[in-house]
């Protein structure tokens, strides 16, 4: 099957850095792209669409000046978690989409101290 | 915005086959049933989907009522290494193509 990958696998940063995710499809085109986030013991949650060169779509309850999202080509898309604090300790999953299946990277844990 | 419910848990014992039952009784005509499962802190992986006709793979059989409000996932012969969280999803349409909400899903423990 498809492959996505992302970056880093885990991080570890203070209370009001800023942290980038990525997330990369690594054999095939992905015009867009999702990412969820997934507390302890919950279900994943879609935070957002990724649209390759245009403005990510947020799920309603998301700040999208909280969690900014670039798609700047075909095979990558970021999110960055601006000013984190503890509560956004999470992991952070993305996925894209060929031919109609969703295939999912391994996650990026992040924890917020 | 989930459109599924599953049961929270199953156990299964190790051999025997695992049914796995899912309703999504809103469901729409041109929306497809998604099944994935996730091992504790990895990335969802994909299982198997269909929209009217039951469909197999060589992971798992999938078994959708004629009326569509429900499922099965069947996994044949169940092993340890089966033991996940399993999550039944409707894909909802959408402008740049279908989008995925995960439910609660169903953890399954498979049992020597």
């Known amino acids: 099957g498809a492959v996505v990958s992302q970056h880093p696998s885990w991080v570890i940063c203070k209370s009001g850095t800023s942290v980038k995710i990525e997330c990369r499809s690594l054999?095939?085109?992905?015009?867009?792209m999702f990412w969820y986030r997934q507390f302890p013991k919950q279900s994943l949650m879609l935070m957002a669409t990724?649209?390759?060169?245009?403005?990510?779509?947020?799920e309603q309850g998301v700040e999208k000046d909280k969690f900014l999202i670039n798609h700047a080509s075909l095979t990558l898309s970021t999110l960055t978690v601006t000013s984190a604090h503890p509560e956004d300790s999470s992991f952070y999953i993305c996925?894209?989409?060929?031919?109609?299946?969703?295939?999912f990277g391994e996650g990026s844990r992040l924890t917020v101290l | 915005d989930a459109k599924t419910t599953q049961p929270p848990s199953m156990d299964c014992a190790e051999g025997r086959a695992a049914n796995l039952p899912c309703n999504h009784s809103?469901?729409?005509?041109?929306?497809?049933v998604y099944w994935y499962r996730q091992i504790h802190s990895q990335g969802p992986q994909y299982i198997i989907h269909?929209?009217?006709n039951n469909e197999t793979n060589e992971m798992a059989s999938l078994i959708i009522t004629e009326d569509r409000k429900s499922s099965t996932l069947i996994l044949p012969h169940a092993t340890l290494r089966d033991t996940a969280v399993y999550y039944c999803?409707?894909?909802?349409?959408?402008?740049?193509?279908?989008?995925?909400?995960f439910g609660t899903g169903t953890s399954l423990t498979v049992i020597p």
């Open positions: 996925s894209a989409r060929m031919t109609g299946e969703l295939f």
């Open positions: 054999d095939f085109q992905a015009t867009t």
């Open positions: 990724s649209n390759e060169g245009s403005k990510a779509t947020y």
């Open positions: 809103t469901i729409s005509g041109n929306e497809y």
């Open positions: 269909g929209l009217k």
């Open positions: 999803i409707v894909s909802v349409p959408h402008d740049t193509g279908n989008q995925f909400y």
